[in-house]
Each structure stands twice: as structure tokens, then as C-alpha cells.
């Protein structure tokens, strides 16, 4: 099993920035994981975000995200991040790491990631 911890979440004003981040532990084969971030706020289904390839190389955005948040891991660990700016009260969401182990990534459907972090709270205020 694979698990995800994510951090870096909480209470931010409009306008502002905040850096979320999310480290893979458990399996590693010594192999890398296609991640991405997800949110989801009550009563909805969960919201495609970002992704990054297991490479690093290829990024995508959700429309929600484009413009204004960057996703990008290091270079050798299943370590990814989401550099949020210029958030928006709109931004406001339980943030959820995730990762392909089994699958591929083809249009950001929540049903290709295998694992899941349990979310960290973002709060934009106004």
C-alpha cells in the first residue's frame, strides 16, 4: 500500500498564497508515481485540480487551477507540490493528494488514482 500525507494547508486572505505539499511512503519499488491534487467541498464530487507525470515532465490543469497554481515534485522522491497564488473565496477546499501506482493518467477522472491522502483544509477569507 502506498500512503499520502499532505501539509501546508489553512487559513489564507485573498489575493495571497499558500504551498501545499504531499510525501508518498509505503511501497516503493524504487519507482516514481504520476500525483495529482484534487479538492472537494461539501456536497460536491471531488474537483481535478493538477497533475504531474511520474517523470515530471508533463504538467495539467483544471480550469479552476490554470493560471494560477503550479504543480511540480523533486527530483527523486514521490514528493509533489501545489503552489497556489492569487487564491480566490471560491479557492476554499479540502485539498487531496493522490496517486497512480496501477494506472495511467488520461483526463484527470478521480477513478485513475489509486491512493488517496486524507486532505488538508484551504481557507481563503475575503
Known amino acids: 500500500q502506498v500512503q499520502l500525507v499532505e501539509s501546508g494547508g489553512g487559513l489564507v486572505r485573498s489575493g495571497g498564497s499558500l504551498r501545499l505539499s504531499c510525501a508518498a511512503s509505503?511501497?516503493?519499488?524504487?519507482?516514481?508515481?504520476?500525483m495529482g491534487w484534487f479538492r472537494r467541498t461539501p456536497g460536491n464530487e471531488r474537483e481535478f485540480v493538477a497533475h504531474?507525470?511520474?517523470?515530471?515532465?508533463?504538467?495539467y490543469y483544471g480550469d479552476s487551477a490554470a493560471g494560477r497554481f503550479t504543480i511540480s515534485r523533486d527530483g527523486t522522491e514521490n514528493r509533489i507540490y501545489l503552489q497556489m497564488d492569487n487564491l480566490k473565496p471560491e479557492d476554499t477546499a479540502v485539498y487531496y493528494c493522490?496517486?497512480?501506482?496501477?494506472?495511467?493518467?488520461?483526463?484527470?477522472?478521480?477513478?485513475?488514482?489509486?491512493?488517496w491522502g486524507q486532505g488538508t483544509q484551504v481557507t481563503v477569507s475575503s
Open positions: 509505503g511501497r516503493t519499488v524504487g519507482g516514481r508515481y504520476a
Open positions: 493522490a496517486a497512480i501506482v496501477h494506472g495511467r493518467f488520461t483526463t484527470g477522472r478521480s477513478t485513475e488514482y489509486d491512493y
Open positions: 504531474i507525470t511520474w517523470s515530471g515532465d508533463s504538467t
